[in-house]
């Protein structure tokens, strides 16, 4: 029908906005292909470490070679995650985590062709740039399908148990796939997993909305100063290991991971449209729960390297007992994710995330202060930070993506992944240099003298209580950073809501 003269012409309806799921369920699409970008990050490293062994005699490779087939993946992840998340955030949350699927697969499928270690280097380089276009993407995109805190947190825990199950299995199943099949097969598992992802992202998530989106022009300087930092910050702890704290090349990475920051810092409070906005980053759900994170980083990868060498080294368990040994933290790892939803329902978002950082700093002090008396207190070490990181994993998380705005998650969801992995490199550099302050000869020798192990365990005690103590200094402040902005907000109708 025609528009009568001097009538405007109605305008277009526009099109009505999609209607968040009102249950998992409704999302399982997007759920089913988001668990999949997890897993592929939980059990890429597992299965491949068992693996290096074998992959070492095949391609001839040095241990230094052997060790950047691990170090590449996880420089490119961490040191690009920042960079990439916001980059997501102005491009494309949806588009740059089906780039990323596809470059996932592409790096995959080019194992088949693999013949050096160098090439197997430049494969996992590539691998970690997918991972860093895809993992923080696959928890921003999970918290934005939901209006509801409750189901936001649901939908969490299924992703990462999804995930934590592949960390769980993936050593058992790159085992028993070695004895029948080529060692490339296990990189090359990667590729049904990243076609699973796409076509769950493809039909479960809708296209990039440009209202949702910021167009802020991308901070260069910024984003290669931050690069630089979190890449010396991965590189240095895996030089103290190596090289030893007596030598000029861990420090050199320190200082350089250092200066780094603090011009990263300096250009993000001077710069017009920074990479980071230090405003945000400082908003109470932000700031606190990135300081759990990196508190509950240094407790657990701390924990872990500590327990690891103790079982194998100072009490002379096998491999494979000691493998078992640390079951108490995988079976509660995987189990517990059917007591956050309940728990967090129980107790608030906030008060959950006081008492499972509190579980983790308890568990670390346990070990450090019980742990040379016998296993049963290594255990309840690892039930105790296992228990409080299932929890502390996802409440943290979901706070800082809370306390956001909505064109700033998939950033979000970096900046905490970031957090972690440069906190647990931290941990397992204090643990290093310390033993390599107080243990005399080589840690790797069998047969310790009665000197020896008491040195060993000197340091165990020392590393564990300067990890206690920072990360309990962590939760501190993240705990008053939270209840002061609590005691602010009172009288102010929608402060809670932005995270102010």
Partial sequence: MSTPPGIAPAPAAA???????????????????????FLFEMLDNSILNVALPTIGR?????????????????????????VLGATADRFGRRRIMLIGLVLLGTASLATAFVGTAEQLIAVRALTGVAAAMTTPGSMALAFRLFEEDGLRVRAATLISTVGLIGLAIGPTVGGLVLTIAPWQVLLLVNVPIAVLAVVGVRVGITADNASDLHRDPVDVLGAALGTAAIVLALVAPSLFVTEGAGSWQPWTATAGAAVAAVLF?????????PLLDLALVARP????????????????????????????????????LAAVGMLPQVVVLVAGGAFVDPFVRRVGLDRAAR???????????VYSLLGRFGYLWVAIALVLVAAGMRVLGVV?????LRG????????????????????????????????????????????????????????????????????????????LRTRNAAGGREGRPGAAATGE
């Fill in 58 to 82: 095949e391609l001839h490779a040095s241990t230094v070679a052997l060790q950047w087939v691990t170090n590449a993946y996880a420089v490119t992840f961490g040191g690009l995650m920042l």
């Fill in 404 to 479: 956001l705005p909505k064109n700033r998650t998939t950033i979000g969801a970096a900046l905490t992944d970031t957090a972690a992995e440069v906190t647990s490199g931290a941990g397992i550099a204090v643990c290093g240099t310390v033993l390599a302050a107080l243990f005399t000869g080589d840690l790797a020798t069998s047969n310790w003298s009665p000197r020896q192990s008491a040195q060993f365990q000197e340091a165990v005690t020392t590393a564990g209580l300067l990890l206690t103590v920072a990360a309990t200094a962590l939760v501190g402040w993240a705990v």
């Fill in 355 to 365: 008492l499972s950082a509190t579980a983790v700093v308890a568990g670390l002090a």
């Fill in 265 to 273: 810092l300096l250009r993000q409070r001077s710069a017009r449209h």
């Fill in 396 to 400: 943290a998380g979901v706070n800082v």
């Fill in 285 to 320: 759900l932000v700031s606190s729960g990135l300081a759990y994170k990196a508190a509950a980083g240094l407790a657990t990868a701390g924990l872990g390297y500590l327990v690891t060498l103790q079982l194998q080294l100072d009490r002379g368990w096998p491999p494979a």
């Fill in 15 to 37: 099109d009505p906005a999609p209607v968040p799921p009102r249950s998992l369920r409704e999302a399982w699409p997007a759920l089913a292909g988001l668990s999949a970008v």
